[in-house]
Each structure stands twice: as C-alpha cells, then as structure tokens.
C-alpha cells in the first residue's frame, strides 16, 4: 500500500551534515508512523528516529541532539536532518512505514520489525 524511495545520501567528514529525504506514497501514508534505519556492513540493522502520525518523534541514544526527523505531508516526504555527523553514523540507510498503534511506545517504534514497508535505502559515508 506504501511505496518508498529515499534519497540525499552521500560521502561527507566528520562534523559535516546531511538531510535524507524519503518520498512516500500510498493511500495510508498520513496515518502511517514512520521512522529511519540504518544497517553497516555484518551488523543488525537498528532504529535511528521515528515519528507518529500525530507528531511524535522518538530518537535512538548515538542520535538525540544531533539528528531530526520530520515530515511535510503535503509533499508526502519524510526527513532526516543529520548534523554533526561521525564515522560511526556510516552506513546504509533506510526509512520504513507501518501502521500507527493505539499507543504510541518509544521501542516498537525503533523495532524493524514493527514496520512493514521498506525503501530501498541510501548509503551515508561519514570520513574523519
């Protein structure tokens, strides 16, 4: 029901900033809670931020300060305004969709296997 495509990655230095964009469509998008992922090479892939579709944003610890996310639904896109970049934030990097819960709970949101639907990622290269 959703169709996703990110874009904006990219090789930066450390200290430098990126925004990722992911457009979405799909009749359930408004409704949908929403986050980005990230997956190096040979590691698990893990929540980076997350965002409900009343507003609500949820951020995973190596990110808060430094990362935001944030949606403009008239344009049906997804965010991520990353800053202050380091060489640990490299990898590929993905935003997923998934039906909002009843309650909103900070885990499940940064849980991959909350979310159904998937875009094909875009790779972030962060050099010091």
């Known amino acids: 029901q959703v169709q996703l495509v990110e874009s904006g990655g990219g090789s930066v230095q450390a200290g430098g900033s990126l925004r990722l964009s992911c457009a979405a469509s799909?009749?359930?998008?408004?409704?949908?809670?929403m986050g980005w992922f990230r997956q190096a090479p040979g590691k698990e892939r893990e929540g980076v931020a997350a965002?409900?579709?009343?507003?609500?944003?949820t951020y995973a610890d190596p990110v808060k300060g430094r990362f935001s996310i944030s949606k403009d639904n008239a344009k049906n896109t997804l965010y991520l305004q990353m800053n202050s970049l380091k060489p640990e934030d490299t990898a590929m990097y993905y935003c997923?969709?998934?039906?909002?819960?009843?309650?909103?709970?900070?885990?499940?949101?940064?849980?991959?296997?909350?979310?159904?639907?998937w875009g094909q990622g875009t790779q972030v290269t962060v050099s010091s």
């Open positions: 997923a969709a998934a039906g909002c819960p009843y309650f909103y709970i900070p885990t499940t949101m940064l849980t991959p296997q909350t979310y159904n639907y």
């Open positions: 965002i409900a579709s009343g507003g609500r944003t």
């Open positions: 799909g009749s359930t998008y408004s409704r949908s809670c």
